[in-house]
Each structure stands twice: as C-alpha cells, then as structure tokens.
C-alpha cells in the first residue's frame, strides 16, 4: 500500500470513530509514563497536553504517576491527589530501573481493575500486564511506540521480551496506535491490520526571546542543536565526530543526560571539540523552545522508531533540520530538508551548509509547512479523543 492510499485509509478509519457516539462515561486512564508535570520524555509531554484537553471536554482522567525513593532510600506511601483537575494515582516501588518500570506498570493494571473508563497505554513495553484486563472486558487503547526490539542497545533476552510485548499489543489490545505510517506498516507485516495512525503533535513557536541563550554564550543562528537521549541509535556519536573534525565558528549544543560511567557516553564527550556544549537535559519548555528557535538548524540522528517528539517540535520551531537519512525521518520532516547517512557524509552537510552552499531560508520554511500540515496538537489531540470514545467501534 503507498501511502496515499494509506493515508486515505486511515482518515476514513478515523472519521468512522467520530462518527460514533460512545454509550461509556467520559473516563480514561492514562498509564504508560512516570507521571505528569512532565520531568522525563516525549510520552509524559503527550500526556501533560491530552490530559487537559480532555479534561476541558468534559471527562474524568485519571494519570498513574510513579513514585521514586528519595536520595535516602525512603518512599512515601502510595497516594491520590487532584492536580490542575486532574486525578492523579501516585503508586510507589523501592526497585530502580527497569524493574522499577515494570513493578509500577503491574501495580497500575492491577489498581486499574477498580476504576471505570477506558484505559490508554502509552507504549507497550509492559504489554503483557493488561491480558487480564481484557479477560474482564476493559477496553485497552495502546500507543505501540517504536520498534524496541530492534535497537542495538539491547541484550538478546531483552530484545526478546519487547518482541513479545509488541506482539501481545498488537493482538491483544483493543486498538493499537502507531505513531507513524511505517509503524503501522510494521505491525500490518508481521502482526495485525488493524492500527490506526495518529502521529505526535507540537506548538507552533513564532517567537522566542534571544536572551535566554546568553548562559552558554549563544547568538541566534549562530549555532547547532541535538536534543535526544545520548544513545547509538540516535547517532550522536556520529554527530558530535563530523562536527568536531573542523573548527566551525559556531557551537554545538548537545541535549541529553550524560553519564560518564557509561561507555557510549564517554566516546561521545572524548571527540567532542572546544565547540560542542553539554549543558545535559533540560525540560524548562521555554528555554528549550528558544534553543530550537534560534538555532542555525536541529541536528536528529534517530535511526530507529517512529515519529520522533524532538524532531516535530523541531519543526513547529521552524528549524532547518539534518536528519539521518531513513524512511521515518523522511516522512516527518519531509522531502525538503538534508540527510545524512554516516558521520563522514554529515560532515559534507555541515561543511555545505557553513560554507554557505545551502541556504536555510526555504529548509525553514517547509518545516513550518510540515508542522501545520501534520503535526499541530489540535489535530493529534482530537484524533486521540476520537478513538477514546469510539466505544463500540472495537472490543
């Protein structure tokens, strides 16, 4: 299927959901993430801009929100609280890590079962957890992520349990969503037909104030920017080797926790230049809108996943963007900007877009264009009431 055709699919699946009015109460409870306010990543983003849409729509929505020992070893007990009209269900374990993640997730499907509603995951890590909720008739609306299982930095028994958490989302759940129309092109190929596309959403950012760059000593355009987890999959390795190959005259601002115990992380920082900046990871959405808006261009090098929060919030900025070159980033940032396929060819694009080869103005422009096209929060969030409430649609 081409993507027309996809597309066109979709809208009509879509448009069917709204058509149906749901005989539910407007409950949803939403899982998935540590919590809202958002301090983590892209997931908690979404769920900070669904939660209140919602809520001024006139449903009850309930966030499950971790609870962490605090630097003392010490965790509060397990809570409930009411935040910005939304209800939140704080659940506690003393694990770290990983196994934290999936004791949280099982304690949010079993405390789950008491409430009415509908309940939305956000991604299926821990899929598995929720087959007894749909032995008990719950609808289970799940956001399937990336494709987890094929990242490189995962172990083989790793790998293998997020290939059977995908497997049970797809098949299991009462609608699985895919973020992109390749996810959902994956999932057709190897588990169901079945999904439908609704990609993540970011403001429009028109303005923003220059004086906020000045504690790195940053002048508009005169510097790059990478705003992703310090990872292999995201190619900041590669980014930060073919930046550092010259003296450029700008900096590089790399966003991401760096922990140099880890092995990645300190290859990255070792063929940093003087010129690259690790100011570490910053959720102030402000600051970080007015490092989009006034750099030179966003640097993204995701290999693997879906439609990336970072590279659509790049856009609704207006960045020029340099992505690495494969079929999910191509199909968010569009035909008009420039691609990379290895730290030597990214080189080539810095070298042309500093030597003044390439000038930005139109790059900047079609980002604008793209956003407004696809990925406005209006649109995505409309989407997401539309299936919430598609009720008799699914089982």
């Given at each position: 299927?081409?993507?027309?055709?996809?597309?066109?699919?979709?809208?009509?699946q879509t448009a069917g959901y709204r058509r149906i009015s749901g005989r539910?109460?407007?409950?949803?409870?939403?899982?998935?993430?540590?919590?809202?306010?958002?301090?983590?990543?892209?997931?908690?983003?979404?769920?900070?801009?669904?939660?209140?849409?919602?809520?001024?729509?006139?449903?009850?929505?309930?966030?499950?929100?971790?609870?962490?020992?605090?630097?003392?070893?010490?965790?509060?007990?397990?809570?409930?609280?009411?935040?910005?009209?939304?209800?939140?269900?704080?659940?506690?374990?003393?694990?770290?890590?990983?196994?934290?993640?999936?004791?949280?997730?099982?304690?949010?499907?079993?405390?789950?079962?008491?409430?009415?509603?509908?309940?939305?995951?956000?991604?299926?890590?821990?899929?598995?957890?929720?087959?007894?909720?749909?032995?008990?008739?719950?609808?289970?609306?799940?956001?399937?992520?990336?494709?987890?299982?094929?990242?490189?930095?995962?172990?083989?028994?790793?790998?293998?349990?997020?290939?059977?958490?995908?497997?049970?989302?797809?098949?299991?759940?009462?609608?699985?969503?895919?973020?992109?129309?390749?996810?959902?092109?994956?999932?057709?190929?190897?588990?169901?037909?079945?999904?439908?596309?609704?990609?993540?959403?970011?403001?429009?950012?028109?303005?923003?104030?220059?004086?906020?760059?000045?504690?790195?000593?940053?002048?508009?355009?005169?510097?790059?920017?990478?705003?992703?987890?310090?990872?292999?999959?995201?190619?900041?390795?590669?980014?930060?080797?073919?930046?550092?190959?010259?003296?450029?005259?700008?900096?590089?601002?790399?966003?991401?926790?760096?922990?140099?115990?880890?092995?990645?992380?300190?290859?990255?920082?070792?063929?940093?230049?003087?010129?690259?900046?690790?100011?570490?990871?910053?959720?102030?959405?402000?600051?970080?809108?007015?490092?989009?808006?006034?750099?030179?261009?966003?640097?993204?090098?995701?290999?693997?996943?879906?439609?990336?929060?970072?590279?659509?919030?790049?856009?609704?900025?207006?960045?020029?963007?340099?992505?690495?070159?494969?079929?999910?980033?191509?199909?968010?940032?569009?035909?008009?900007?420039?691609?990379?396929d290895d730290a030597e060819h990214l080189k080539a694009c810095l070298n042309?877009?500093?030597?003044?080869?390439?000038?930005?103005?139109?790059?900047?422009?079609?980002?604008?264009?793209?956003?407004?096209?696809?990925?406005?929060?209006?649109?995505?969030?409309?989407?997401?009431?539309?299936?919430?409430?598609?009720?008799?649609?699914?089982?």
């Amino acid at each position: 299927m081409d993507d027309n055709n996809l597309q066109t699919a979709l809208r009509r699946q879509t448009a069917g959901y709204r058509r149906i009015s749901g005989r539910h109460s407007k409950q949803v409870n939403i899982m998935g993430i540590r919590g809202i306010p958002a301090a983590h990543g892209g997931f908690e983003t979404f769920a900070g801009r669904l939660a209140p849409y919602l809520r001024d729509r006139g449903w009850k929505v309930n966030v499950y929100c971790q609870l962490e020992p605090d630097p003392n070893g010490m965790l509060a007990p397990d809570f409930e609280d009411d935040w910005d009209g939304i209800h939140r269900i704080h659940l506690g374990t003393r694990q770290a890590g990983s196994v934290a993640s999936m004791i949280f997730d099982w304690r949010c499907t079993v405390d789950v079962q008491r409430r009415q509603g509908v309940d939305l995951i956000l991604g299926y890590n821990t899929a598995i957890f929720m087959i007894p909720s749909r032995l008990l008739g719950r609808r289970v609306v799940m956001n399937m992520d990336g494709i987890e299982w094929k990242r490189a930095k995962w172990s083989s028994p790793v790998k293998a349990w997020f290939l059977l958490n995908e497997f049970v989302g797809a098949n299991v759940s009462s609608l699985p969503i895919a973020d992109h129309p390749e996810i959902a092109r994956h999932l057709q190929r190897h588990w169901c037909n079945r999904s439908v596309v609704i990609p993540y959403g970011a403001d429009t950012i028109e303005n923003a104030p220059a004086d906020r760059l000045a504690t790195w000593g940053l002048e508009s355009k005169a510097y790059f920017i990478s705003i992703a987890r310090i990872e292999p999959e995201n190619s900041i390795l590669d980014i930060v080797v073919a930046f550092s190959a010259a003296r450029r005259g700008v900096k590089l601002m790399v966003l991401g926790k760096l922990d140099l115990d880890n092995a990645y992380h300190r290859a990255v920082r070792a063929a940093a230049s003087s010129e690259v900046a690790f100011p570490g990871a910053i959720y102030d959405e402000t600051l970080v809108g007015a490092l989009r808006f006034h750099c030179l261009a966003y640097l993204h090098g995701h290999q693997v996943g879906g439609t990336n929060p970072s590279l659509v919030e790049a856009l609704g900025a207006g960045c020029a963007v340099i992505a690495h070159n494969n079929r999910f980033n191509r199909w968010v940032a569009g035909p008009d900007q420039i691609y990379f396929d290895d730290a030597e060819h990214l080189k080539a694009c810095l070298n042309s877009v500093l030597g003044k080869q390439i000038d930005l103005t139109s790059n900047r422009a079609s980002a604008r264009s793209r956003h407004a096209a696809e990925f406005r929060w209006e649109k995505v969030l409309e989407a997401y009431e539309a299936v919430l409430h598609a009720d008799s649609v699914y089982t």
